[in-house]
Antibody
């Protein structure tokens, strides 16, 4: 069964850091693009970043330089390194398979940025 | 990159058909056949229901259909059912190698 399982969310102070993980199973991880999408409280879905199957990385302007996508192919795991966090980064963060279209989604992990 | 434009809400009675529009520009919706639609219900992961403008993933009801004309994509749900009540989002690949979502449309089944 194809599955994505996010972890690493929690409460962090403004300016702090956090690393999200997404463990993938049931498919050949390194042959797919992978993405992070978030949903702030009361808001819609927002694309955060993607990494292609060849390793090219793309980020939304709102997070570029602060939130960085990476992957460990040997561990079938996707990461989102989150630095200089702001209140507006508070959201549920979803890991998804794909880029132009996302066909498998995790259940999400919640990040709260607050003092 | 501005969000794609969707109506905030639509409603319909069981059995009816509804259409949700998703308007972008020639740099996203109009320039690529990479428009997707997602159904999002509270507490659940978003569920893909249309990809590449008009294709349905395996297991998705044929009551869901997608199309595109110029810079506007559309999602039509026919034979509306109570279980269709959810938020619906469109997304499109863009010319600057990003992805952009619509603001979301809340579907109410009366």
């Amino acid at each position: 069964e194809v599955q994505l399982l996010e972890s690493g969310g929690g409460l962090v102070q403004p300016g702090g850091s956090l690393r999200l993980s997404c463990a993938a199973s049931g498919f050949t991880f390194n042959t797919y693009a992978m993405s992070w999408v978030r949903q702030a409280p009361g808001e819609g879905l927002e694309w955060v970043s993607s990494v292609t199957h060849s390793g090219s990385r793309y980020h939304a302007d709102s997070v570029r330089g602060r939130l960085i996508i990476s992957r460990d192919i040997s561990r079938n795991t996707l990461f989102l390194e989150m630095n200089s966090l702001r209140a507006e980064d508070t959201a549920i963060y979803y890991c998804a398979r794909g880029f132009e279209g996302m066909d498998v989604w995790g259940q999400g992990t919640t990040v709260t940025v607050s003092s | 990159q501005s969000a794609l434009t969707q109506p905030a809400s639509v409603s319909g009675s069981p059995g009816q058909s509804i259409t949700i529009s998703c308007t972008g520009t020639s740099s996203d919706v109009g320039g690529y056949n990479y428009v997707s639609w997602y159904q999002h219900q509270p507490g659940k992961a978003p569920k893909p229901i249309i990809y590449d403008v008009s294709n349905r993933p395996s297991g998705v009801s044929n009551r869901f259909s997608g199309s595109k004309s110029a810079n506007t994509a559309s999602l039509t749900i026919s034979g509306l059912q109570a279980e269709d009540e959810a938020d619906y989002y469109c997304s499109s690949y863009t010319s600057i190698r990003t992805l952009v979502f619509g603001g979301g449309t809340k579907l109410t089944v009366l």
